[in-house]
């Protein structure tokens, strides 16, 4: 097993440095070997010299002692390549020692390796030496990580703003646009509180934080938010965190003040009774505070293209953004703007904003218009349903209940037709399907086929598609339309009707693939062109297909300089899910994977040390 480095133009223009790919002789499993990043120093791409012109922060630096892949191409060591490879560990901590890996297109930085050169084999990340990683997320062209010491990491295209960075890069030539190097959302937003969950999805990022003194919860959102995806009440881009105010954020506050009075109360007065009342009192507002829908509550948010999910520990659901395809999961019935201000009494914020309706968000060219909602509000259809777990695909949303039940809400697809639909913008994206019956927009889908004796572990939604993992280690999927068209929803039963009284039902299919040898799935992750899954019996492996044929359409108009992940070749594999591409990755045996994320034709993922036995 070996690799080579083979150089395709012998000039030093950045067209063709990108040009520079990895190629391994076996096309069946390809085997992470650290001497894979090079052969001869000549006709390697020089890491420092991308780093320096392409999203270089001063103050993002790793100072590390020992030889880095950069340094030892720049002084042309190239004979001993594991220097450049060193496990994170977290501070006054050896026990959790992380590395990241990443594989495909990186034109704008989004495999933050610091360059815009493109991988076609798995590369180890210099970049995340000095972080202990404790997960990842991937959309279209941006990325972050969730480190163990509670900050939150970002690179990738910052077209829209979605990096989140408070000061461009001094040494970039682009410090707006692109960051090819993680660098920290906390340091310069909210240095003195520790981030405990975020999403990032289509062009805007969220992050949830936890204040160091007070404890108590803020949600910030930022990027694009040219549907009110941003749940700020405008819909104006923010460069920077802003914080969401939830809809009891308010209320809760008062209860607090309330509360202090009480107790300041408490200790001036001896009175006994007075005192249990006031306790009394206290506990109340407690168990009130634990049903509201507030920021110390949040459980969860999740967000696709223009649309985001908030999902509380009660188990509703809050939601904002574009609402014309029935991903939020609200019922506008025949007046939009009156049943969205119903919807809103508790908070004239949400009545003033959500009175505009913005003419411009109907994609689908339909007569059926509802208005972009600019705070998060209930999700009316979902309120007898309890989730414990949402994700927010590309045009539709699905939720887990408490009884272990799959929920799909909303449609759609990514329209590829033209040129223009490859260009990821938030201006240019469409929604290929077209419902002839705008009342099916109400209608709240289960998913059937998930055996009985199955518990449903994950779940996950992408383009026109969604998947659950369960405990037996079986990955199920379903589209959220049923066929090409886009226009016809033969395949789902059930009856239009108002409000979340109608259901209907959509079959899930096991995906099975010769590649998985029967194994068991603990995790897997899936973006518009790839899916990705790891194991259980071999945890320092991955396997990924693709999830459309041959990606015409990126191969006519991108022509030579079309890079993915997997390199197009005859199907491996002779079941009925795909026809496509399916590849298994295998990293060193101390290396067990604990996370995936996958963008558009791009893979980064997590791997934790693991001692031999």
Known sequence: MYSILKNVGSSTTIKNCSKNLIVNSNNNNLFFNYNNYYINSKSTINRTFFSK????????????????????????????????????????????????????????GQ??????????????????????VKSLK????????????????????????????????????????????????????????????GSIGGWSSFAITKDQTTNQNSIYSWGNNQHGQLGIGTLFNIQTPNKVLLRDDSNENRNENNNNNNNNNNNNNNNNNNN??????????????????????????SNGLYHTLFLFNNGKILSCGKSDDGQLGISFKNNNNNNNNNNNNNNNNNN?????????????????????????????????????????GYF?????????????????????????????????????YISNDQRKLNI?????????????????????????????????????????????????????GNGGDSEGTIMAELIQFP?????????????????????DESPNEICVWSLRDDFTLEKKFSKSMFTTILPHSQSNSNNNNYNYDIKRFTLPIDHKVTDISVGTHFLILLANYSKLN
């Open 352 to 392: 003033n904003n959500n009175n505009n309706n913005n003419n411009n968000n109907n994609n689908n060219n339909n007569n059926y218009s509802t208005p972009d909602i600019k705070l998060p509000v209930p999700s009316n259809l979902l309120e007898k349903f309890k989730m414990v777990d949402i994700e927010a």
């Open 53 to 108: 012109l392409f999203g270089k922060k001063d103050d993002d630096s790793l100072k590390k002692k020992k030889t880095t892949l950069g340094n030892a191409i720049k002084g042309g060591k190239v004979e001993k390549l594991q220097n450049g490879f060193n496990w994170s560990n977290l501070k006054n901590n050896d026990d959790i020692k992380t590395a990241i890996y990443s594989i495909g297109v990186n034109n704008q």
């Open 396 to 432: 539709h949303s699905i939720g887990l209940n408490e009884n272990g039940d799959i929920y799909q809400w909303g449609k759609g697809k990514l329209r590829y037709s033209d040129g223009n639909d490859l260009q990821l913008s938030p201006f240019l994206q469409k929604n290929d």
């Open 515 to 535: 590649e998985f040898n029967n194994q068991k799935i603990n995790k897997f992750a899936l973006s518009n062109t790839h899916a990705a899954v790891a194991f």
């Open 111 to 132: 495999l933050g390796l610091g360059d815009w050169k493109s991988e076609s084999t798995l590369v180890f990340n210099e970049q995340f030496i000095e972080y202990s």
């Open 276 to 301: 249990n009342n006031n306790n009394n009192n206290n506990n109340n507002n407690n168990d009130n505070n634990n049903n509201k829908c507030n920021s110390n509550n949040i459980k969860k948010i």
């Open 444 to 496: 709240i889908y289960k998913i059937n086929g998930i055996p009985n004796d199955e518990k449903v572990i994950q779940i996950g939604a992408a383009d026109n598609l969604s998947m659950a993992l369960t405990d037996k280690g079986k990955l199920y999927k379903w589209s959220s339309i049923n066929n090409d068209d886009g226009n016809n929803d033969d395949n789902y039963n059930g009856n239009s």
């Open 138 to 197: 991937s959309t279209f062209l941006h990325s972050c990580a969730f480190t163990n010491d509670y900050d939150m990491l970002t690179w990738g295209a910052n077209f829209n703003l979605q990096i989140g960075h408070k000061y461009g890069s001094n040494t970039s030539i682009f410090p707006n646009f692109v960051e090819s190097s993680p660098y920290s959302v906390k340091v310069t937003n909210f240095s003195k509180s520790d981030v405990i969950g």
